[in-house]
Protein backbone atom coordinates (compact mmCIF):
# COMPACT_ATOMS: atom_id res chain seq x y z
CA UNK A 1 0.00 0.00 0.00
CA UNK A 2 1.32 3.66 -0.40
CA UNK A 3 2.62 5.34 2.01
CA UNK A 4 0.64 8.06 3.60
CA UNK A 5 4.02 10.45 2.77
CA UNK A 6 3.30 9.59 -1.18
CA UNK A 7 -0.54 9.96 -1.10
CA UNK A 8 -0.22 13.04 0.60
CA UNK A 9 2.40 14.16 -1.95
CA UNK A 10 0.19 13.03 -4.99
CA UNK A 11 -2.90 14.76 -3.52
CA UNK A 12 -1.00 18.18 -3.13
CA UNK A 13 0.30 17.77 -7.09
CA UNK A 14 -3.33 17.29 -7.74
CA UNK A 15 -4.20 20.79 -5.50
CA UNK A 16 -1.48 22.65 -7.22
CA UNK A 17 -2.60 22.11 -10.75
CA UNK A 18 -5.96 23.15 -9.64
CA UNK A 19 -4.80 26.10 -8.20
CA UNK A 20 -3.06 27.22 -11.25
CA UNK A 21 -5.73 26.74 -12.91
CA UNK A 22 -7.81 29.64 -11.14
CA UNK A 23 -7.30 33.35 -11.93
CA UNK A 24 -7.86 34.23 -8.05
CA UNK A 25 -6.15 32.67 -6.03
CA UNK A 26 -7.76 30.43 -2.27
CA UNK A 27 -6.95 33.09 0.48
CA UNK A 28 -6.56 31.55 4.21
CA UNK A 29 -5.92 33.64 7.27
CA UNK A 30 -4.33 32.12 10.40
CA UNK A 31 -5.07 33.35 13.86
CA UNK A 32 -2.82 33.27 16.33
CA UNK A 33 -3.67 34.17 19.88
CA UNK A 34 -0.50 32.28 21.50
CA UNK A 35 3.26 31.89 21.31
CA UNK A 36 3.07 28.09 22.05
CA UNK A 37 5.62 26.38 20.95
CA UNK A 38 3.44 23.15 19.23
CA UNK A 39 0.97 25.40 17.84
CA UNK A 40 3.95 27.84 16.30
CA UNK A 41 5.04 24.56 14.69
CA UNK A 42 1.76 23.61 13.78
CA UNK A 43 1.30 26.88 11.76
CA UNK A 44 4.66 26.74 9.96
CA UNK A 45 3.10 23.38 8.55
CA UNK A 46 0.21 25.02 7.51
CA UNK A 47 1.99 28.27 5.90
CA UNK A 48 4.19 26.07 3.95
CA UNK A 49 1.72 23.48 2.41
CA UNK A 50 -0.36 26.50 1.26
CA UNK A 51 2.25 28.12 -0.18
CA UNK A 52 3.15 24.56 -1.80
CA UNK A 53 -0.20 24.40 -3.86
CA UNK A 54 0.46 28.00 -5.20
CA UNK A 55 -2.46 29.60 -2.83
CA UNK A 56 -2.11 32.50 -0.19
CA UNK A 57 -2.00 32.77 3.19
CA UNK A 58 -1.59 35.24 6.14
CA UNK A 59 -0.78 34.71 9.55
CA UNK A 60 -2.14 37.53 12.00
CA UNK A 61 -0.12 36.95 15.41
CA UNK A 62 -1.86 38.40 18.09
CA UNK A 63 -0.30 38.65 21.60
CA UNK A 64 -2.14 36.54 24.20
CA UNK A 65 -3.37 39.68 26.34
CA UNK A 66 -5.97 40.02 23.33
CA UNK A 67 -9.22 40.49 25.39
CA UNK A 68 -12.03 38.18 23.90
CA UNK A 69 -13.63 41.71 22.43
CA UNK A 70 -10.45 42.41 20.01
CA UNK A 71 -10.62 38.68 18.75
CA UNK A 72 -13.98 38.75 18.23
CA UNK A 73 -13.87 42.45 16.31
CA UNK A 74 -10.92 40.70 14.52
CA UNK A 75 -12.96 37.72 13.43
CA UNK A 76 -15.84 39.87 12.43
CA UNK A 77 -13.68 41.83 9.65
CA UNK A 78 -12.41 38.89 8.20
CA UNK A 79 -16.19 37.20 8.16
CA UNK A 80 -16.62 40.24 5.69
CA UNK A 81 -13.54 40.74 4.09
CA UNK A 82 -14.27 39.35 0.41
CA UNK A 83 -10.16 38.95 -0.16
CA UNK A 84 -10.19 36.01 2.56
CA UNK A 85 -11.69 32.75 1.40
CA UNK A 86 -11.82 30.64 4.66
CA UNK A 87 -9.97 31.49 8.02
CA UNK A 88 -8.69 29.49 11.11
CA UNK A 89 -8.56 30.40 14.55
CA UNK A 90 -5.55 28.15 16.06
CA UNK A 91 -6.16 26.65 19.26
CA UNK A 92 -5.17 26.85 22.14
CA UNK A 93 -6.74 30.32 23.05
CA UNK A 94 -5.41 32.55 26.10
CA UNK A 95 -7.89 31.34 29.23
CA UNK A 96 -9.61 34.51 29.37
CA UNK A 97 -11.14 33.92 26.23
CA UNK A 98 -14.03 32.18 25.84
CA UNK A 99 -13.17 28.82 23.04
CA UNK A 100 -16.81 28.26 22.35
CA UNK A 101 -17.96 32.02 21.87
CA UNK A 102 -15.28 31.95 19.14
CA UNK A 103 -15.89 29.10 17.41
CA UNK A 104 -19.76 30.36 16.87
CA UNK A 105 -18.46 33.49 15.69
CA UNK A 106 -17.03 32.32 12.89
CA UNK A 107 -18.51 32.82 9.12
CA UNK A 108 -19.78 28.59 8.79
CA UNK A 109 -19.26 29.39 4.67
CA UNK A 110 -15.04 30.07 6.31
CA UNK A 111 -14.63 28.23 8.98
CA UNK A 112 -12.30 25.79 7.32
CA UNK A 113 -11.63 24.13 10.48
CA UNK A 114 -15.41 23.19 10.78
CA UNK A 115 -15.54 24.16 14.41
CA UNK A 116 -19.15 25.85 13.84
CA UNK A 117 -22.21 23.31 14.10
CA UNK A 118 -23.02 24.70 10.76
CA UNK A 119 -19.71 25.30 9.20
CA UNK A 120 -19.74 24.23 5.38
CA UNK A 121 -16.46 22.06 5.82
CA UNK A 122 -15.64 18.73 8.23
CA UNK A 123 -13.18 18.96 10.64
CA UNK A 124 -9.70 17.83 8.84
CA UNK A 125 -8.52 15.24 10.83
CA UNK A 126 -11.49 12.97 9.98
CA UNK A 127 -12.14 14.47 6.34
CA UNK A 128 -8.24 13.61 5.91
CA UNK A 129 -8.55 10.34 7.26
CA UNK A 130 -12.06 9.50 5.24
CA UNK A 131 -10.47 10.95 2.04
CA UNK A 132 -7.64 8.82 2.40
CA UNK A 133 -9.47 5.39 3.49
CA UNK A 134 -11.75 5.94 0.26
CA UNK A 135 -8.87 6.75 -1.98
CA UNK A 136 -7.31 3.58 -0.78
CA UNK A 137 -10.68 1.58 -1.55
CA UNK A 138 -11.52 0.65 1.90
CA UNK A 139 -14.65 -1.45 1.98
CA UNK A 140 -15.97 0.15 4.01
CA UNK A 141 -20.06 -1.13 3.80
CA UNK A 142 -21.28 -3.22 6.55
CA UNK A 143 -18.07 -3.52 8.79
CA UNK A 144 -17.26 -2.85 11.86
CA UNK A 145 -15.69 0.59 13.19
CA UNK A 146 -14.46 1.02 16.68
CA UNK A 147 -13.39 4.53 17.44
CA UNK A 148 -11.79 5.24 20.57
CA UNK A 149 -12.08 8.73 21.79
CA UNK A 150 -15.03 10.88 21.74
CA UNK A 151 -13.70 14.32 21.35
CA UNK A 152 -15.67 17.22 18.88
CA UNK A 153 -12.93 17.40 16.57
CA UNK A 154 -11.79 13.88 16.38
CA UNK A 155 -13.72 11.41 17.68
CA UNK A 156 -17.64 12.19 17.40
CA UNK A 157 -16.95 13.85 13.65
CA UNK A 158 -15.48 10.48 12.79
CA UNK A 159 -18.06 8.04 14.22
CA UNK A 160 -20.49 9.84 12.12
CA UNK A 161 -18.78 10.04 8.91
CA UNK A 162 -18.01 6.25 9.37
CA UNK A 163 -21.34 5.94 9.88
CA UNK A 164 -22.37 7.18 6.99
CA UNK A 165 -20.45 5.08 5.23
CA UNK A 166 -22.52 2.43 6.09
CA UNK A 167 -20.25 1.09 8.60
CA UNK A 168 -21.32 0.00 12.28
CA UNK A 169 -19.92 2.06 14.66
CA UNK A 170 -18.39 1.95 18.41
CA UNK A 171 -17.65 4.68 20.49
CA UNK A 172 -14.94 3.79 23.61
CA UNK A 173 -14.32 6.80 25.89
CA UNK A 174 -12.64 6.81 28.96
CA UNK A 175 -15.34 4.85 30.92
CA UNK A 176 -15.43 2.38 28.37
CA UNK A 177 -14.80 -0.72 30.90
CA UNK A 178 -11.30 -2.38 29.35
CA UNK A 179 -13.47 -5.84 28.96
CA UNK A 180 -15.45 -4.27 26.56
CA UNK A 181 -12.86 -2.48 24.67
CA UNK A 182 -10.92 -5.79 24.64
CA UNK A 183 -14.53 -7.22 22.69
CA UNK A 184 -14.72 -3.90 20.45
CA UNK A 185 -11.39 -4.10 19.13
CA UNK A 186 -11.51 -7.90 18.51
CA UNK A 187 -14.42 -7.34 16.21
CA UNK A 188 -13.53 -4.37 14.38
CA UNK A 189 -12.44 -4.47 10.70
CA UNK A 190 -11.42 -0.41 10.93
CA UNK A 191 -10.10 1.28 14.28
CA UNK A 192 -9.36 5.35 14.33
CA UNK A 193 -7.65 5.60 17.65
CA UNK A 194 -7.57 9.47 18.95
CA UNK A 195 -6.67 9.32 22.92
CA UNK A 196 -3.42 10.55 23.29
CA UNK A 197 -1.61 8.07 25.09
CA UNK A 198 1.00 6.54 23.94
CA UNK A 199 1.25 2.02 24.07
CA UNK A 200 -2.93 2.51 24.50
CA UNK A 201 -3.15 0.20 21.64
CA UNK A 202 -0.51 -3.04 21.89
CA UNK A 203 -0.34 -6.37 20.68
CA UNK A 204 -1.87 -7.55 23.93
CA UNK A 205 -4.97 -6.86 22.64
CA UNK A 206 -6.70 -9.72 19.52
CA UNK A 207 -6.92 -8.08 16.43
CA UNK A 208 -8.66 -8.87 13.34
CA UNK A 209 -5.74 -9.56 10.64
CA UNK A 210 -7.46 -7.86 8.65
CA UNK A 211 -7.71 -4.90 10.63
CA UNK A 212 -6.87 -1.34 9.73
CA UNK A 213 -5.10 0.95 12.43
CA UNK A 214 -5.18 4.21 11.96
CA UNK A 215 -3.39 6.78 14.94
CA UNK A 216 -4.47 9.61 15.85
CA UNK A 217 -2.59 10.36 18.93
CA UNK A 218 0.39 12.77 19.23
CA UNK A 219 2.42 11.82 22.00
CA UNK A 220 5.94 12.56 23.77
CA UNK A 221 8.31 9.24 24.66
CA UNK A 222 10.84 9.12 27.19
CA UNK A 223 13.33 9.82 24.55
CA UNK A 224 11.25 12.99 23.41
CA UNK A 225 10.30 11.07 20.36
CA UNK A 226 7.16 11.43 18.78
CA UNK A 227 4.69 8.51 18.96
CA UNK A 228 1.33 7.73 18.42
CA UNK A 229 -1.14 5.77 20.71
CA UNK A 230 -0.02 2.46 19.20
CA UNK A 231 2.36 0.34 19.78
CA UNK A 232 5.01 -0.49 16.92
CA UNK A 233 3.94 -3.19 14.36
CA UNK A 234 1.00 -4.25 15.80
CA UNK A 235 -0.46 -7.48 14.27
CA UNK A 236 -2.76 -6.51 11.46
CA UNK A 237 -3.20 -5.74 7.92
CA UNK A 238 -2.30 -2.00 8.09
CA UNK A 239 -1.16 0.60 10.42
CA UNK A 240 -0.67 4.31 9.87
CA UNK A 241 2.61 5.72 11.27
CA UNK A 242 3.11 8.65 13.69
CA UNK A 243 4.71 10.93 12.50
CA UNK A 244 4.13 11.14 9.01
CA UNK A 245 0.49 9.70 9.43
CA UNK A 246 -2.78 11.35 10.28
CA UNK A 247 -0.96 14.58 10.92
CA UNK A 248 -0.04 14.57 7.36
CA UNK A 249 -3.67 13.91 6.35
CA UNK A 250 -4.79 16.79 8.61
CA UNK A 251 -2.60 19.06 7.05
CA UNK A 252 -4.10 17.77 3.20
CA UNK A 253 -7.57 18.26 4.02
CA UNK A 254 -7.03 21.85 5.73
CA UNK A 255 -6.09 22.38 1.88
CA UNK A 256 -8.76 20.59 0.15
CA UNK A 257 -11.54 22.63 2.74
CA UNK A 258 -9.67 26.14 1.68
CA UNK A 259 -9.95 24.79 -2.61
CA UNK A 260 -13.83 24.36 -1.52
CA UNK A 261 -14.07 27.58 0.23
P1 LIG B 1 -8.96 14.66 23.69
O1 LIG B 1 -7.52 14.82 24.03
O2 LIG B 1 -9.88 15.82 23.79
O3 LIG B 1 -9.62 13.49 24.51
C1 LIG B 1 -9.11 12.19 24.59
C2 LIG B 1 -10.21 11.20 24.35
O4 LIG B 1 -9.71 9.93 24.73
C3 LIG B 1 -11.46 11.46 25.20
O5 LIG B 1 -12.60 11.49 24.36
C4 LIG B 1 -11.53 10.28 26.17
O6 LIG B 1 -12.86 9.82 26.40
C5 LIG B 1 -10.70 9.22 25.46
N1 LIG B 1 -10.04 8.34 26.42
C6 LIG B 1 -9.23 8.69 27.45
N2 LIG B 1 -8.87 7.58 28.15
C7 LIG B 1 -9.45 6.54 27.54
C8 LIG B 1 -9.47 5.15 27.80
N3 LIG B 1 -8.79 4.62 28.80
N4 LIG B 1 -10.19 4.36 26.96
C9 LIG B 1 -10.87 4.86 25.91
N5 LIG B 1 -10.89 6.19 25.63
C10 LIG B 1 -10.19 7.01 26.44
O7 LIG B 1 -9.06 14.05 22.18
P2 LIG B 1 -8.52 14.64 20.82
O8 LIG B 1 -8.47 16.12 20.83
O9 LIG B 1 -9.30 13.90 19.80
O10 LIG B 1 -6.98 14.15 20.81
C11 LIG B 1 -6.62 12.81 20.96
C12 LIG B 1 -5.20 12.61 20.49
O11 LIG B 1 -5.13 12.87 19.09
C13 LIG B 1 -4.20 13.57 21.15
O12 LIG B 1 -2.97 12.89 21.28
C14 LIG B 1 -4.07 14.67 20.12
O13 LIG B 1 -2.81 15.33 20.21
C15 LIG B 1 -4.17 13.89 18.84
N6 LIG B 1 -4.62 14.65 17.66
C16 LIG B 1 -3.88 14.53 16.54
C17 LIG B 1 -4.25 15.19 15.38
C18 LIG B 1 -3.42 15.03 14.15
O14 LIG B 1 -3.57 15.81 13.23
N7 LIG B 1 -2.56 14.03 14.09
C19 LIG B 1 -5.41 15.97 15.38
C20 LIG B 1 -6.16 16.06 16.55
C21 LIG B 1 -5.77 15.38 17.69
Redesign the pocket.
Known sequence: MITIKEYVNIKKKELCEKVSLVSKKPHITIVQVNDDYASNAYIRGKLKDVEEIGAISDLIKLPVTTTEEELLKLIDKLNNDSSVDGFIVQLPLPKTINEAKVKLAINPQKDLDGFHPLSKFLPA?PKGILTFLEDEQFDFEGKNALV????E???KPMARLLLNKNMTVAI???K?PSNV?KDLVAMADLIVV????SN?LTNDFNFKKSCFVID????RDSDNKLVG?CEKDLKVAYQSPVPGG??LL?RLALLINLLEA
Not at 148 to 151: C, D, F
Not at 194 to 197: F, I, N, R, S
Not at 216 to 219: A, E, H, P, R, Y
Request: glycine letters at 20%; charged letters at 10%; hydrophobic letters at 40%.
Open positions: TIGRSIVGAHSTLAVGKFVGINDVGT
